[in-house]
């Protein structure tokens, strides 16, 4: 197998809470229990409220030695001197992207259900493709669904490359369903609910992570 350069594992992805203390805690949390990479994801509130909490978790995750990803915004990633960005299909080109973040910085892009636009994608280079929404998500209901083959055909394509770029599962994953993503070729799976609104965040994360040993 082909050396990824995103990391394999937990990818946790940030719920949308206006309490910059509590997320700060919870990524420290969900880190303990071995969290591999973040991804902050912020849509409401007043920008400059945002902006402040992207720096504070930027701040922790270089105290943690934790990668970070930006959702959505290559800008602001670029500004943050954040580890990547993350992309959906209307967040700009990522051709744009890589040229303006440069060939060090982490690429991921939102496939959805469509292992073609993963081919199409990967001609830029990106780090990894992400489908999803694997499983009911209460984050986005309304979002397409994929399927395991999505993830096999992706793994497939993703094969053909060195460094061979992740392939991530994301929608409705928590420990008890990411078996079945895991097992169908997924090098890490994206979590937000399962992890963050758990009663114990160390301990959903430690059950995710265990998947991968």
Same mark, same amino acid.
């Given at each position: 197998?082909?050396?990824?350069? $995103?990391? =394999?594992?937990?990818?946790?992805?940030?719920?949308?809470?206006?309490?910059? =203390?509590?997320?700060?805690?919870?990524?420290?949390?969900?880190?303990?229990?071995?969290?591999?990479?973040?991804?902050?994801?912020?849509?409401?509130? !007043?920008?400059?409220?945002?902006?402040?909490?992207?720096?504070? /978790?930027?701040?922790? +995750?270089?105290?943690?030695?934790?990668?970070?990803?930006?959702?959505?915004?290559?800008?602001?990633?670029?500004?943050?001197?954040?580890?990547?960005?993350?992309?959906? @299909?209307?967040?700009?080109?990522?051709?744009?992207?890589?040229?303006?973040?440069? *060939?060090? @910085?982490?690429? #991921? +892009?939102? +496939?959805?259900?469509?292992?073609?636009?993963?081919?199409? =994608?990967?001609?830029?280079?990106? !780090?990894?493709?992400?489908?999803?929404?694997? $499983? *009911?998500?209460?984050?986005?209901?309304?979002?397409?669904?994929?399927?395991?083959?999505?993830?096999?055909? #992706?793994? @497939?394509?993703?094969?053909?490359?060195?460094?061979?770029?992740? /392939?991530?599962?994301?929608?409705?994953?928590?420990?008890?369903?990411?078996?079945? /993503?895991?097992?169908?070729?997924?090098?890490?799976?994206?979590?937000?609910?399962?992890? $963050?609104?758990? *009663?114990?965040?160390?301990?959903?994360?430690?059950?995710?992570?265990?998947? $991968?040993?």
């Amino acid at each position: 197998m082909n050396s990824l350069r $995103f990391p =394999h594992g937990l990818y946790g992805v940030t719920p949308d809470w206006p309490d910059t =203390h509590r997320l700060l805690e919870a990524i420290r949390q969900a880190h303990a229990g071995g969290m591999q990479v973040l991804q902050w994801r912020r849509k409401l509130g !007043d920008p400059a409220k945002q902006r402040a909490q992207a720096l504070s /978790v930027r701040d922790l +995750c270089r105290e943690l030695h934790l990668p970070l990803i930006i959702n959505d915004d290559w800008r602001l990633a670029l500004a943050l001197d954040a580890d990547g960005v993350h992309l959906g @299909k209307d967040d700009g080109t990522l051709a744009e992207a890589r040229r303006e973040m440069g *060939p060090h @910085k982490l690429i #991921g +892009c939102s +496939c959805y259900n469509q292992p073609a636009l993963a081919h199409q =994608h990967l001609q830029v280079p990106v !780090d990894y493709i992400a489908f999803g929404a694997m $499983f *009911p998500s209460a984050v986005k209901p309304d979002a397409v669904r994929a399927s395991l083959d999505d993830i096999r055909e #992706g793994h @497939k394509i993703s094969a053909l490359l060195s460094p061979r770029p992740a /392939v991530v599962a994301i929608g409705g994953i928590g420990p008890d369903n990411a078996p079945s /993503v895991i097992q169908a070729g997924a090098d890490s799976i994206a979590v937000i609910s399962a992890l $963050f609104n758990a *009663p114990d965040i160390t301990a959903a994360a430690q059950r995710c992570s265990a998947l $991968f040993s």
